[in-house]
């Protein structure tokens, strides 16, 4: 039996949902109750997160290559004396390392919302903010993860689906 307004689980008899507070008029529902915004997305959200991750991940290899070896040595390859070899070699590699991190962050993310982990929903938020100046696709998962995150009404509902999957 679940509560008509939250669909936390209510007992019969039961006056008030012991979780959102909302009187129980009638009957208490039997049906289970409908999957919301969060339940029907983060599974999505969770692949999305992978295969973002995977994609930033390769960028960030190729960066980190070409610093290493390609910028190391353009005065080798008749790059005139006054280019600054030795700064464009580190800002690609720092540039790389960067987003090798932004990618290992986002495997993170995507795996913890996969497993309904508790600390996901605040991580993937937090990389959903960074990731809207990765213009398009960054910018499309990270409207999609604050739609579906966001709201305070999505905290409680992830908050339920930890608590699911943990008893």
């Known amino acids: 039996m679940f509560c008509d307004g939250c669909g936390a689980a209510a007992q ?20 289970q109750p ?5 339940q029907s997305h983060v599974h999505l959200l969770g692949i999305l997160w992978l295969a973002m991750s995977a994609f930033n991940a390769v960028g960030g290899l190729i960066l980190v290559v070409l610093g290493s070896t390609l910028f190391a040595h353009l005065h080798e390859m008749g790059a005139p004396p006054e280019v600054p070899t030795g700064f464009l070699s ?31 929903r605040v991580v993937t938020l937090v990389l959903s903010f960074i990731s809207l100046f990765n213009i398009p696709f960054g910018t499309a998962i990270g409207v999609y993860t604050m739609w579906v995150l966001l709201p305070g009404a999505s905290q409680q509902e992830y908050d339920a689906l930890v608590e699911t999957k943990a008893a």
């Open 12 to 31: 019969p008899g039961q006056a008030y949902c012991s979780r959102c507070g909302k009187q129980v008029v009638g009957p208490v529902s039997l049906m």
């Open 34 to 38: 409908l999957p919301g915004r969060v």
């Open 90 to 120: 580190a800002l690609v590699t720092t540039l790389g390392i960067i987003v090798l991190v932004k990618a290992a962050c986002g495997f993170f993310a995507g795996w913890g919302l996969l497993h309904r982990e508790p600390w996901a």
